[in-house]
């Protein structure tokens, strides 16, 4: 007589909504007190609210689009009944496209204005919407390319164009600060609202309303391109083709920041997709059943909390050298990986694991974006960003190659995240050694 092991249904404990929900708040109220403006911020107080909410309006919707097609991209994988190798090939086609298009998309973006590949990231998205509505079935490659372009430009072409009109108001390097920290804490929001948007489209029949989510997403990207043509206006572009590589070339060979800056940037890109594509297959390997979309905005909560926690090493009793935290940082980052790739746990340590990774790479993200502030020029921010991720995204397709053929296990990826992580840190430690003062920057502070 065999012998039956029922399995347990594991679920995240309802108080840690709880839990993240306060220590967002206290980590926002109890920020200590920034000085008075001071008297070098050009543009008034109002004029920089206006576009600091503007802005971050714009950058939560195009983060609920993005949200809105990795959350159901699940969803759609089951309409189509997609196998694991065409999931894989799905994956493959698209970082491929952002390798040997997105890479160079970051400059285009330079020369003609980040305001103009914002507005493609809304077409593209648009575009993919209304080809699913009327076709009903697009080719995954036309699905993948598509999306992970549009992907590529949400990752720079915001950050960019952010910085940019930051300094035409001639506000300090404060207010940009909280940009950066308050972006990554909207887009985490947004992701969670777009789980949100996504379940109620679909009202428990996938297969039934599975156009709503199409049409949703559509709605959203025309709202976007409205906003963005008649709500923006964007200075000319006056710099050449060649004086734009003069400059790219002048500091992208002679300055070893720059170059270390985008290691780190790659594997910062590489750990985060290698997480986001394992995570679930993690937690549930070997027929253990947990609520994964319990767990998802349980992660995306504490890179929530995380971000948070950046605008403290700026202000009050905790400011330290951005390099000195950020070591540290990348430390338990690789470390939370290292677990969870060499030794076998249980879905609750697991969860734990992941949630202090996204945790610290709450942290991380608006560091680096203060970081590309002090090192990289703005009028070759964009390139630089794009051509930094271009060997992360070499790097996922092909380990993802590789897994597909099963030369490789998911242990083994996780374990190359986790050591461009500890490479990250040998890199902040340089930073660190190379003696910087403290929030010394290129630009004016």
Request: glycine share 6%; net charge positive; proline share 3%.
């Amino acid at each position: 007589m065999g012998v039956v092991i029922e399995s347990e249904f594991w679920e995240p404990n309802q108080s840690i909504c709880i839990f993240l929900f306060i220590f967002c708040v206290l980590s926002i109220f109890l920020l200590p007190t920034k000085a008075a403006a001071n008297v070098l911020d050009h543009a008034p107080p109002g004029a920089f609210l206006r576009f600091q909410r503007k802005f971050l309006l714009l950058y939560a919707l195009s983060s609920v689009m993005e949200g809105l097609w990795a959350v159901f991209g699940e969803y759609e994988f089951a309409y189509y009944r997609l196998s694991k190798e065409q999931i894989v090939t799905f994956l493959s086609v698209g970082y491929a496209a952002s390798l040997l298009i997105g890479s160079f998309l970051g400059m285009i973006s330079d020369l003609v204005g980040h305001k103009k590949l914002c507005l493609l990231f809304y077409l593209l998205h648009l575009f993919v919407s209304i080809s699913k509505i009327v076709i009903g079935n697009p080719t995954i490659w036309f699905t993948s390319i598509f999306l992970a372009l549009a992907s590529s430009i949400f990752s720079f072409s915001f950050e960019s164009w952010m910085v940019i009109e930051h300094d035409k108001l001639g506000q300090r390097q404060d207010s940009l600060n909280d940009m950066f920290w308050l972006m990554t804490f909207f887009e985490s929001a947004s992701f969670i609202s777009s789980q949100v948007l996504a379940n109620y489209f679909v009202d428990g029949n996938v297969f039934k309303n599975v156009k709503s989510v199409w049409s949703g997403a559509s709605v959203l990207a025309f709202v976007g391109i409205l906003f963005v043509s008649r709500g923006w206006k964007e200075a000319r572009q006056t710099a050449s083709v060649k004086d734009y590589h003069i400059s790219l070339h002048r500091h992208a060979t002679s300055d070893k920041r720059i170059w270390m800056l985008s290691w780190v940037q790659a594997c910062v890109h590489f750990s985060v997709a290698a997480f986001w594509i394992l995570w679930a297959p993690t937690i549930v390997a070997d027929g253990r059943e947990a609520s994964l979309g319990l767990i998802y905005p349980c992660l995306l909560g504490f890179k929530m909390l995380g971000s948070t926690v950046f605008p403290w090493f700026f202000h009050g009793p905790l400011v330290i050298r951005i390099e000195e935290y950020l070591m540290y940082a990348f430390i338990l980052m690789g470390l939370a990986l290292s677990i969870v790739a060499f030794d076998y746990q249980e879905i609750g340590v697991l969860v734990a694991l992941f949630c202090l990774f996204q945790a610290c790479v709450g942290l991380v993200l608006p560091s680096l974006a203060r970081m590309r502030t002090m090192y990289v020029p703005n009028e070759i921010r964009g390139g630089i960003m794009s051509l930094s991720l271009a060997p992360a995204n070499a790097a996922v397709v092909l380990f993802l190659f590789l897994r597909s053929y099963q030369y490789i296990g998911n242990s083994t990826i996780i374990s190359f995240a986790a050591l461009g992580l500890f490479s990250s840190a040998g890199c902040m430690y340089i930073f660190k050694k190379w003696g910087k003062q403290l929030h010394q920057s290129s630009h004016r502070l």
